[in-house]
């Protein structure tokens, strides 16, 4: 696979919104000071899983943002493999905005956050500044973007039945054609860890890859083998029904509608579609 450091072209042939830097885009991040490190999680790439591994390595000085409800699964998750609970992450009450977040407090006891759960990379550096962002090691991570898609499609699906106790959710194709239009970021990462388009971190790590990723990164922190072991139980994991491999589940309008989305990243890092269709039952 490939990795580039260069400008993506933004030439459009379909007039879709991009995700970006100034959009709705947040990210969960880590700065740990002790190994100079900041972690920006993306969506839908195992992400809630690295977190928990590389919080093993904070303190209670560092920025650890959390993973959902602080009695939640994942959380439970986190205290259950050694890592370190959310810290230093709460925003003070004198730096509520006024309206939603002050009300939303008041009303329903939510604590907005320092920083946004998924802070971009030029949202993480305004809050810590240019020396820290500078000088510290920055990682975060990627994944195919059609096997990610279709990751994101499931998470809908049961966050859908979960909540309505029913399981009468859109089709793969209506959900991708609505989300590519209104809500884009939930298919591409790029403008989590991209500043004015350029990648900004100093490692991405795979997700096809991700075991041999982590060991490597261990090794270029110092860190014994396997101190940054994944929990065994995925967090967020296990709600994808359908096992098949996403070029048997996704039509070629699919397929061509998240690759334009995520065009830039496709470009960076040499990712193909792996076409493993039987080519007599190709459908549109």
Wanted: proline share 4%.
């Amino acid at each position: 696979m490939g990795f580039s450091y260069g400008r993506v072209s933004t030439d459009l042939t379909v007039e879709l919104a991009l995700p970006n830097s100034s959009g709705r885009i947040r990210t969960m991040a880590i700065v740990c000071h002790s190994r100079r490190l900041i972690f920006l999680k993306t969506r839908k790439t195992a992400g809630s899983s690295v977190e928990i591994a590389l919080s093993r390595l904070c303190d209670d000085g560092d920025l650890v943002t959390p993973i959902g409800d602080e009695n939640g699964p994942d959380e439970r998750l986190r205290r259950e493999t050694g890592g370190h609970p959310p810290v230093n992450w709460k925003k003070p009450w004198w730096r509520y905005k006024f309206g939603k977040e002050l009300r939303h407090r008041i009303k329903y006891g939510k604590k907005p956050l320092l920083v946004g759960t998924h802070a971009t990379a030029e949202q993480l550096r305004a809050h810590i500044g240019d020396d820290v962002w500078s000088s510290y090691y920055k990682v975060t991570l990627e994944r195919d973007p059609w096997d990610k898609a279709l990751s994101r499609y499931w998470w809908q699906r049961h966050r859908h039945v979960e909540r309505h106790n029913n399981d009468e959710f859109e089709s793969i194709g209506g959900f991708l054609a609505r989300i590519a239009r209104d809500r884009p970021y939930w298919l591409s990462n790029w403008g989590h860890y991209t500043i004015d388009d350029e990648i900004a971190v100093d490692r991405v790590l795979f997700y096809e890859r991700l075991t041999d990723d982590l060991a490597a990164l261990e090794r270029e922190l110092g860190l014994e083998a396997g101190a940054l072991a994944l929990p065994e139980k995925r967090a967020k994991g296990g709600h994808r029904a359908d096992r098949r491999h996403y070029s048997e589940v996704l039509s070629n309008a699919d397929r061509e509608l998240i690759a334009h989305v995520c065009r830039r990243e496709i470009e960076a890092f040499g990712y193909e579609f792996d076409d493993r269709r039987d080519q007599t039952h190709v459908s549109a």
